[in-house]
């Protein structure tokens, strides 16, 4: 049996996991949308695009709705140009990340 404070503060982590991803979607998305691309470039280069890549295989739809993820939001503020211009910054596996990304917001 699992002590009711144990789980209180398991539910407590959980809100603050989705609130740190919510905010850093809603920063990845301003940044997309209002830094200039050298910027975002230089962040982006710094991502290990295969380790990248093997953490999106480890999400599916299940995973997104435990996350809160509202992927119809997602598809709202994300045009065709954004992903565009995010698969050019990326460089090397752009169009796979983005196709990926894509595969998970339907």
Not at 25 to 46: D, S
């Amino acid at each position: 049996m699992q002590n009711p404070f144990n789980k209180k503060i398991a539910d407590m982590l959980g809100k603050m996991d989705q609130k740190v991803l919510e905010v850093k979607l809603n920063k990845a998305l301003e940044m997309l949308k209002n830094e200039p691309p050298e910027e975002l470039a230089k962040k982006i280069a710094k991502v290990d695009k295969n380790e990248l890549l093997s953490k999106m295989d480890e999400i599916d739809q299940s995973t997104i709705k435990e996350m809160n993820i509202d992927t119809n939001e997602l598809k709202q503020k994300l045009s065709e140009e954004d992903f565009n211009k995010l698969s050019k910054l990326i460089g090397e596996n752009g169009d796979e990340i983005i196709k990926k990304f894509k595969d998970l917001m339907k």
